[in-house]
């Protein structure tokens, strides 16, 4: 193991060069636009976080890491940076421009996000606990030449390879190994680009994209999950994401401290790219602490231990962690982002007596994650706690990055805005403006027409708006379920069930869960009339084992009934149906 890290660290000597960071980028040929005349001008891009951080501090710690063989893996911002730049020159050298990643959160997802953008290409960042059938219909769509995945995984690209066989893929096998034995491709792909460099002059990060030559292309597509039946992508642009970045590092406090900022990896890179916090900690010069899978004991290890200060999770994760055997209170504070679904006042209670301060986000894949904050103002200290935390529980307001949060009055004409009015009580859906709003869907200009409607970008939830600017969400159009941060669509969940070959028609809305905060429960009709006792757990059965339904999206219970409550234009009334999941049978 020391002699393939010495090697990566030879070969890291080469990249020195007098010009380590590349200056602004040049002005194109035929560019009209006026910033690039201006001296007091550089495009933004977030890649350009890992060698600014390498400059500055080349020996600090930038990842922790138990691998897939068990072994301690820390990695500096020198080396960090130095594989990042050869897998940017790997792709360069094979042209590669559209790269997926199937993987959990390792050091080799962190270095590909920086990798991809340097080489000028787009990272597609997909969740690996969709259907195989997902998954390749994503990576077809985004029209990926390679995919990087980790070796857990590879078998979940089974169906994608028979469509695309030509299309090459890049296995990490996640060891703490480089050379040899123990590494794989990942690893032979570094070394190949770093050799790549040295024999094209030595120019190191000068001729890669640390910056982009246009700040409005796209750096990224992040894809929605499970709201709609099929995914689509969200163009991230490297304005957006730097801006995004920027605003987490202040908004989660990750520079707030006197020692660096350690953040734990529990929310998945994946989702809206990590919330942009791959780039975010970066930025400080934090260090990573990559978690290949949710294990309880080993985070409270981790916050114990190693002392890390901050991390992101839904609140199904801080319900859990609050609940494990080895939760205690912590001798320091730990900043928890909350977000993915509306969280409770009673789980921040519990979260602040462990000293896991809560900051409380809400945001969606089309808004680089967060974009709102419930800001905690002084004078809730000396209010009833109850009214403290249920304050807290609201999600606030607008971005530093952005433009104030809108709530507006629903059912209007197309491109109408018209403000509910702020006194807490009138229910209207939420809207946002400003830089961190994503560009639109790839290859849907209708969706994108549809989310940009009157010229805001449309969340699709329902809030009311408080005298003092802050926005609470109170219910969720389109009636997505939010079940441990994975959205569910009741729209296509319901379409998958109504498949089975008894089923006639299929209602589906969330139930309150403990461990998960929603989940799917599903009532079905069938097609002779009958009242079967078995058939829901028959079609729960199937759907796990026979239906193109991914794991997390099958529903616990299924429930079989005479007819659906419907409106007089045949649309299931949803809100029926969730008074019934409440054991309220005789709501009409």
């Keep these: 193991m020391v002699g393939a890290r010495d090697r990566l660290k030879q070969l890291a000597s080469h990249f020195t060069t007098a010009n380590p960071i590349p200056g602004p980028a040049p002005i194109q040929p035929g560019d009209s636009h006026e910033y690039h005349h201006r001296h007091n001008f550089h495009t933004l891009s977030p890649t350009f976080f890992l060698p600014r951080a390498a400059l500055i501090e080349p020996e600090a710690t930038a990842i922790y890491h138990k691998t897939a063989n068990g072994k301690i893996l820390q990695r500096s911002y020198l080396e960090t940076s130095d594989r990042a730049r050869g897998l940017a020159y790997y792709l360069k050298k094979h042209g590669y421009k559209r790269v997926g990643i199937l993987a959990t959160n390792t050091p080799a997802f962190l270095e590909s996000i920086f990798g991809i953008a340097a080489a000028g290409s787009i990272n597609v960042a997909i969740n690996y606990r969709l259907k195989p059938d997902d998954i390749s219909y994503i990576f077809q769509h985004a029209e990926v030449d390679m995919i990087i995945a980790d070796l857990e995984f590879v078998g979940l690209l089974d169906d994608f390879k028979k469509e695309r066989p030509n299309v090459p893929i890049l296995v990490d096998n996640d060891t703490d190994a480089t050379e040899g034995e123990l590494s794989g491709p990942f690893d032979d792909a570094v070394l190949e680009g770093l050799k790549y460099d040295i024999e094209k002059g030595n120019q190191g990060w000068a001729e890669l994209e640390a910056q982009a030559g246009n700040e409005e292309d796209v750096l990224c597509l992040a894809y929605t999950s499970g709201t709609t039946a099929r995914p689509k992508g969200v163009e991230y642009t490297h304005r957006g994401a730097y801006l995004a970045a920027m605003g987490n590092v202040i908004e989660s406090g990750l520079n707030y401290h006197t020692g660096r900022a350690k953040y734990l990896?529990?929310?998945?890179?994946?989702?809206?790219?990590?919330?942009?916090?791959?780039?975010?900690?970066?930025?400080?010069?934090?260090?990573?602490?990559?978690?290949?899978k949710i294990d309880y004991p080993e985070i409270w290890r981790l916050l114990k231990e190693e002392g890390v200060t901050h991390f992101n999770a839904a609140?199904?994760?801080?319900?859990?962690l609050c609940a494990a055997k080895e939760a205690e209170r912590l001798p320091h504070p730990v900043r928890v982002t909350v977000a993915a679904s509306p969280p409770s006042a009673w789980l921040f209670e519990q979260m602040t007596n462990l000293n896991l301060q809560p900051v409380h986000v809400y945001g969606l894949t089309e808004t680089y994650g967060p974009i709102t904050k419930g800001y905690h103002m002084p004078e809730w200290d000396v209010i009833p706690e109850k009214e403290k935390y249920d304050r807290m529980a609201r999600q606030g307001h607008g971005f530093i990055v952005g433009l104030p949060v809108r709530v507006i009055k629903t059912e209007q004409e197309e491109g109408v805005l018209i403000d509910v009015e702020r006194n807490g009580k009138e229910i209207g859906e939420i809207v946002f403006q400003g830089n961190i709003c994503a560009k639109g869907y790839y290859k849907d200009a209708e969706a994108t027409k549809k989310l940009w409607e009157g010229g805001v970008n449309h969340s699709g939830d329902l809030a009311v708006w408080f005298p003092d600017g802050a926005i609470k969400i109170l219910d969720r159009a389109k009636d997505i379920i939010i079940s441990g941060g994975e959205n569910i669509s009741s729209v296509a969940l319901e379409a998958m069930l109504s498949t089975h070959p008894e089923v006639l028609e299929v209602g589906v809305c969330a139930v309150a869960d403990s461990h998960w905060g929603e989940r799917p429960k599903a009532f079905v009709t069938t097609k002779d009339g009958t009242n079967s006792e078995t058939l829901g757990q028959e079609v729960i059965q199937w759907a796990k084992e026979h239906s193109h339904i991914s794991k997390f999206m099958v529903p616990r219970e299924v429930e079989v009934v005479p007819e659906l409550p419907k409106t007089s234009t045949g649309k299931i009334k949803k809100n029926i149906l969730r008074e019934w999941a409440r054991g309220n049978r005789d709501a009409k």
């Design 315 to 320: 609140p199904t994760v801080n319900t859990l």
């Design 265 to 292: 990896w529990t929310l998945p890179m994946f989702h809206a790219m990590g919330w942009t916090f791959p780039w975010s900690v970066t930025a400080v010069r934090g260090t990573h602490y990559c978690l290949r």
